[in-house]
Structures are given as C-alpha cells and as structure tokens.
C-alpha cells in the first residue's frame, strides 16, 4: 500500500522490532521453561493428545489451558479492534510490557507450561494487533511460514530475473521483507539466549528495550500525522 504525500509511516521498523520481542520472548521461554515454546500451539496440541492418550490427565489440562489462554487472546483482539482501532497497539504493548515484567518474578520452580501462560497470551495478542507491513502479512512470533515466503521469492525472483525483471523485483521486494523478519526473529532468539545466560528468570525484563523503542515509534508516527 502507497502512503498519499505527506503520510509517514513507520511500519517497517515496528515489524522488525516486534520480530525482535517475538524472538525473544519465544527463546526466553525455550531457556528458561524447559523448552515449552509459547509462541505457538503446534507443539502445545500435540503433547496435550499425547498426555491425554496417556492418562497424564493434569499435564493435559495445563496443555488445554494453554490453548485456550491463546485463543482468548485472539478473540480478545478482533473484539477490542472495532472499539479501539489504533489504540488497540497502545495496548498491545502496554499488556505485552506488564507480562515480561510479571513474569520476571515468577518462581524458577514453578510449573513450566502454567509460567507461559502469559507468554502464549502475549504472542497471540502481538500476532494479530502487530500483523505484518508494506502490504505484507507476516507472523513476527514464529518462523515456518517467514522462511517459505522468503526461499519461494527468492527462487521465483532467480528464474523470472531476465525474463520479466519487474515481477523479479517485486519478489526480490517480498524476498527482503520476510528474509528481514527471518534475522530480526533471530536476532531476538539469540538475546534471548544471552540474556538467559546472564540474567535467568529476570531476563524477560530486557524485551522491555524493544517494546519501549516500537511505542516511541507509534507515538513519533502519530505526531507527524497530526494525530
């Protein structure tokens, strides 16, 4: 989507910083939780057939929790965005900020599954009030459909480069977004792991950095719109 002349829009740099939180609060999880990813729920239905099936009937509740923690978070957002609208990324990030500080403080031996819980709220809710940019839609919290995206551009921008260079560069366009989102993601993976490292349980605090960062954007956008 074009901006009309004198639109400003930042939407590139708070995708690829929200890729950042994703990242982060994703390997936070990993690090920290006993590999519970609560970035998505793939993973999350399996174990709850797996424990369900096996008579783990306390492990499949905590699993189904988990699901429907995501889920309410995404019904959540479609209800709030016909009230809210713009506003609705304010409080995205503000409920983002107030869960990397909660979970700052919860105990290294409490139930990893029940600790994501808020982890699995905020993916979800980042998911789908922060949905992509330049007219791409991108999931900033997990990777599988970032590197199709990025590999099926560049491979259709390699054989259509000659013979129609103006849809090569298009691909080319739609190959560096997502590859973008990709290293942002990543890059936030790999903070994760660090501040793991040095910080332990109270590592969560630093997405605070990022999320501060994208909230001064959105802020600094509004101001050059008039808004």
């Known amino acids: 989507?074009?901006?009309?002349?004198?639109?400003?829009?930042?939407?590139?740099?708070?995708?690829?910083?929200?890729?950042?939180?994703?990242?982060?609060?994703?390997?936070?999880?990993?690090?920290?939780?006993?590999?519970?990813?609560?970035?998505?729920?793939?993973?999350?239905?399996?174990?709850?057939?797996?424990s369900a099936l096996g008579h783990n009937f306390h492990d499949a509740l905590l699993r189904l929790g988990a699901f429907l923690v995501f889920v309410s978070a995404i019904v959540l957002s479609v209800l709030l965005e016909r009230k809210l609208r713009r506003h609705l990324k304010y409080l995205a990030l503000a409920v983002e900020m107030a869960i990397v500080t909660v979970i700052s403080f919860f105990p290294e031996e409490m139930n990893p599954i029940l600790a994501v819980y808020p982890i699995f709220f905020s993916a979800a809710l980042q998911w789908?009030?922060?949905?992509?940019?330049?007219?791409?839609?991108?999931?900033?919290?997990?990777?599988?459909?970032?590197?199709?995206?990025?590999?099926?551009?560049?491979?259709?921008?390699?054989?259509?480069?000659?013979?129609?260079?103006?849809?090569a560069r298009e691909k080319l366009k739609k190959a560096a977004f997502f590859?973008?989102?990709?290293?942002?993601?990543?890059?936030?993976?790999?903070s994760g792991f660090l501040g793991s490292r040095w910080l332990g349980i109270k590592a969560s605090l630093l997405c605070l950095i990022p999320l501060g960062f994208v909230w001064g954007l959105l802020r600094k956008e509004d101001r050059e719109k008039g808004k």
């Open 128 to 167: 789908c009030v922060f949905p992509g940019a330049d007219g791409f839609a991108s999931a900033n919290v997990f990777s599988t459909n970032n590197i199709k995206q990025t590999f099926s551009s560049l491979t259709e921008y390699i054989l259509d480069r000659k013979s129609n260079p103006e849809h």
């Open 1 to 50: 989507m074009k901006l009309e002349q004198g639109q400003v829009s930042y939407g590139l740099p708070i995708h690829f910083l929200m890729a950042v939180c994703g990242g982060y609060l994703g390997s936070y999880a990993v690090f920290n939780r006993m590999s519970v990813f609560g970035n998505a729920q793939t993973a999350n239905l399996i174990e709850l057939i797996r």
């Open 179 to 190: 590859g973008g989102t990709l290293l942002s993601f990543h890059f936030g993976v790999i």
